[in-house]
């Protein structure tokens, strides 16, 4: 393959890439404004200045959107890669202690959720009244489960971690107070900042589960 073929190939993909970055961003937006029912993806590829047929070819469905949207918004990412490859959760499960582990782990998750935390509600009641939607992410296997789960199960290995308590308790924990829901009710709803629920969870989180 010559030079201009490589060139020719690379501009491609780099175009392809960027049509994909304008329906999820476009998608985002109208999901979170209207509602994933009341959208369209006729209305989503006006919004991204796209021919509906382009996002047939490039995610199959609707509901495929939307995974891709959750999942690349979690990711933080253009292309979602899996839960132990991503940075801040490598630094995680490498800690030395218990309570290093769980300061990272909030300080990462704080920056997963003020990213994800605007599409909780409008997954949850997209789910509501879409069994396809709800089948995404069946019961245990909400977006972001996986993280705490894979977190638990280094935490209770390391030195500070309080005796008896199992990798299932911890992981259900961690779910319930780094929870996009929890994020919403005391950073939205309540009017704390970010930095405010970074350090009340890092602080229950020891006392629950530090020795």
């Known amino acids: 393959m010559g030079v201009v073929d490589v060139k020719r190939v690379n501009k491609r993909a780099e175009k392809a890439g960027e049509t994909r970055r304008r329906i999820i961003d476009a998608a985002r937006d109208l999901f979170i404004e209207r509602g994933y029912g009341a959208t369209p993806l006729q209305d989503v ?19 495929t959107l939307l995974k891709e949207l959750v999942d690349v918004t979690i990711a933080g990412d253009d292309e979602p890669i899996a839960t132990t490859e991503w940075p801040w959760f490598r630094e995680v499960v490498a800690a030395e202690t218990a309570d290093a582990q769980l300061r990272a782990h909030v300080r990462g ?8 935390a605007p599409l909780v509600r409008m997954v949850d009641t997209a789910a509501t009244t879409d069994a396809d939607v709800a089948a995404l992410w069946p019961e245990g296997e909400r977006p972001g489960y996986e ?27 961690l779910f319930a107070l780094l929870s996009g829901e929890m994020f919403l009710l005391l950073v939205d709803v309540r009017g704390w900042s970010p930095e405010e629920w970074e350090r009340w969870t890092l602080d229950t989180l020891r006392a629950q589960l530090c020795a």
Not at 109 to 116: D, I
Not at 152 to 164: D, Q, R
């Open 45 to 63: 590829a006006d919004r991204a200045g796209v021919a509906v047929q382009t996002i047939y070819f490039v995610f199959g469905n609707k509901r």
């Open 109 to 116: 998750t704080r920056a997963v959720l003020e990213r994800v």
């Open 147 to 173: 993280v705490h789960d894979a977190a638990a199960k280094a935490l209770v290995t390391k030195p500070g971690i309080a005796p008896g308590v199992t990798a299932e308790r911890v992981a259900d924990i």
